[in-house]
């Protein structure tokens, strides 16, 4: 962008005329470029702004989002989440994509995005592909907000996983407006952290004078 507007000024310097005054001091050259050159370098200015404003229409809180779990990870039915709200600070009403990116990640991880319409299933990468008849862009009024959750599923194994979900107005899909990251680090507890829960069952059941429990030599007392 920088080297084509440097041309564009060349292009304008070297295609336009001068205009020779004379004044008691001497000869001064004015070139009628250099109103050319600041009207462009204003449009410039102004289209950049522009931009910048059209990028931002989404806030991230917090844009970066980190944690470390530490876990019994033999435990294959893990779900750990990570969260981040989404607002629209803009005056109009949004119509959103956004697409899961993995980063990097264990072999053996799964992940999965919930957000203000569904939580989407694991092989599910983004909330509008009309190429896979997926179509549920996110809605967001002026002003409003929503809570995305991003699941992480380690599915036995410890590691750590980094993932980025860009957004994407549905109307411009070329221009990304925003990003959030995602890192989980996941750790496995000492043997002596996991704590067995007692197994014990009672009989009979349901019970209407007595019954008898077994395996319950952790019980102290029944009310």
């Known amino acids: 962008m920088f080297l084509t507007c440097i041309k564009i000024i060349f292009f304008v310097v070297t295609n336009c005329s001068e205009k020779i005054v004379v004044n008691l001091n001497g000869i001064t050259v004015k070139s009628q470029c250099m109103n050319k050159i600041i009207l462009f370098i204003t449009s410039l200015f102004l289209f950049s702004v522009l931009s910048l404003a059209a990028q931002t229409s989404v806030s991230f809180s917090p844009a970066d989002v980190e944690e470390t779990f530490q876990v019994d ?3 294959t039915s893990l779900d750990l989440q990570l969260e981040t709200i989404v607002t629209n600070t803009t005056a109009d009403t ?5 697409e899961r990116m993995v980063v990097s990640q264990p072999q053996n991880w799964l992940t999965q995005v919930c957000d203000n319409n569904f939580c989407y299933e694991p092989p599910v990468f983004t909330n ?23 699941h992480v599923l380690p599915k036995g194994v410890a590691g750590t996983g980094s993932w980025e979900l860009p957004f994407y ?4 899909p070329a221009t990304e407006i925003g990003r959030v990251t995602f890192k989980a680090v ?3 507890l000492s043997a002596s952290a996991i704590v067995s829960k007692p197994r014990f069952t009672i009989y009979p059941n349901p019970a209407s004078e007595y019954f008898e429990v077994t395996g319950g030599d952790k019980v102290d007392h029944i009310i």
């Not at 509008?128 to 967001?140: D, G, K, R």
């Not at 107005?169 to 411009?172: A, F, G, P, T, V």
Request: charged share 20%; net charge negative.
């Open 94 to 98: 949004l119509m959103l994509k956004w």
């Open 169 to 172: 107005r549905i109307d411009e």
């Open 73 to 75: 990870v033999s435990n």
């Open 128 to 150: 509008y592909s009309p190429e896979q008849n997926i179509n549920e862009p996110v809605v967001l009024l002026p002003g409003s907000e929503f809570k995305l959750i991003f």
């Open 186 to 188: 996941v750790g496995t």
